[in-house]
């Protein structure tokens, strides 16, 4: 048996990779860019930052600054339409996973048309659009390396998921000094994030030994340096470990797709408006306690790679570590419960049935090593109360 890896055409990564990004667009022959970004971007100067180095090298491009946090069917409307009516030949996508994935969907939609609905899962996007170069500022989403991209129906709160080598983006500048400024939220979120990627593609029923091998990497890095990074944003030891280990986490799970714990937020996310990384973090102690017994070699695999456990501990003493851990984690990162964040206890229940559908319809859970009944996620939801 083999398996199909999908990764961009070209990766750089390290201390000032952004500056390569003239470079790169010189190597793929364009000279036309739309950079899609965010109004965060523009404010902390990193647009500019962009637009001066192309400048160094005779390249005008123009800014769309208009995408927003969990973008949406109708917030990537009007980069569509600046690429329908623009003659760009590439797209620079800067910022966190909203901005990156926005711009997968303008891509595509831009050169394609068509309603963002009709390249919804369980379709496989394998048209190429504008070749996208992602460059992302938090450790993180990983959709700088990976086929996918979320977009939501503000109609129905449905979290599309898209998917297909069309999302994949050409090239990834993967550079931790963009990182550097990050607010502590934003870091523990998108870095828990992370760790759920690689932890989620280590123990998918859709791993090989190629994601593997990259999600164990991403564990490394992202296990001992997340605390780091909370306390001190300025560690930039800490710092290029979490945005490696965060690329690698995305390389695993683009070829490994994630589970339970996304199949579980997204919904959470999509109808409470809570931060995609956040609903993952509330959600990673009670889901990984589910699904122990079903991967125990597996999940205490995560807890040696993570650090919390040896080679002498016994699986289910590393188990019990790894339990420990993710409880610790929240706790340190200060990641509330839904009650906390102010979420209404009786709107949540009512909710569960409906949030229950909706996880085992965007097909994650399937990959998950036990593939929870309705009523089991619906446990699992309670617990988090
Ligand atoms: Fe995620």
């Not at 500022?137 to 700088?144: I, K, L, R």
């Not at 930039?236 to 965060?246: F, H, P, V």
Request: aromatic share 6%; net charge negative; charged share 20%.
């Amino acid at each position: 048996m083999s398996n199909q890896i999908i990764l961009p055409r070209i990766m750089q990564v390290g201390e000032n990779a952004s500056l390569e990004i003239p470079t790169i667009l010189g190597s793929l022959g364009c000279t036309r860019p739309l950079i899609i970004t965010d109004k965060m971007m523009v404010e902390l100067g990193y647009a500019r930052q962009v637009q001066s180095c192309l400048e160094e090298h005779q390249i005008t491009s123009e800014v769309f600054d208009n995408t927003v946090p969990e973008p949406t069917v109708s917030s990537i409307q009007a980069g569509v339409e600046a690429v329908r009516n623009g003659n760009y030949d590439s797209i620079i996508a800067l910022g966190g996973g909203s901005p990156i994935d926005s711009a997968k969907a303008i891509s595509i939609l831009g050169k394609f048309g068509g309603e963002m609905r009709d390249y919804k899962f369980p379709r496989i996007v394998n048209e190429v659009g504008l070749p996208i170069i992602a460059v992302p500022t938090t450790a993180g989403t990983g959709t700088e390396v990976t086929r996918f991209t979320i977009i939501t129906d503000e109609t129905n709160d449905e979290k599309m998921l898209c998917v297909g080598v069309g999302f994949m983006p050409i090239a990834a500048l993967v550079d931790y000094k963009l990182t550097l400024s990050l607010p502590a939220r934003i870091t523990a979120d998108t870095g828990i994030d992370a760790l759920t990627h690689a932890m989620e593609a280590y123990v998918s029923k859709k791993a090989s030994p190629y994601s593997d091998s990259q999600a164990i990497a991403a564990m490394k890095l992202i296990g001992p340096n997340l605390r780091r990074v909370y306390h001190d944003g300025s560690d930039k030891k800490a710092r290029e470990a979490m945005m490696l280990g965060s690329t690698l986490a995305g390389v695993a799970f683009s070829n490994a797709s994630v589970a339970l714990v996304h199949g579980m937020s997204r919904p959470i996310g999509a109808a409470f408006h809570v931060p995609h990384g956040l609903s993952n973090a509330m959600l990673l102690p009670a889901v990984t306690e589910f699904s122990i017994p079903s991967a125990v070699e597996k999940y205490a695999d995560c807890a040696r790679a993570i650090g919390v456990a040896t080679q002498a501990d016994s699986d289910e003493e590393a188990n019990q570590k790894l339990m420990a851990e993710l409880r610790a984690l929240n706790d340190e990162l200060q990641v509330p419960t839904p009650e906390q964040f102010g979420i209404s206890r009786q709107q949540f229940f009512d909710l569960m049935p409906t949030m229950a559908e909706q996880a085992l319809a965007s097909g994650s859970p399937n990959n998950n090593p036990i593939v929870p009944t309705a009523e089991q996620i619906i446990d699992i939801y309670k617990q988090l109360w």
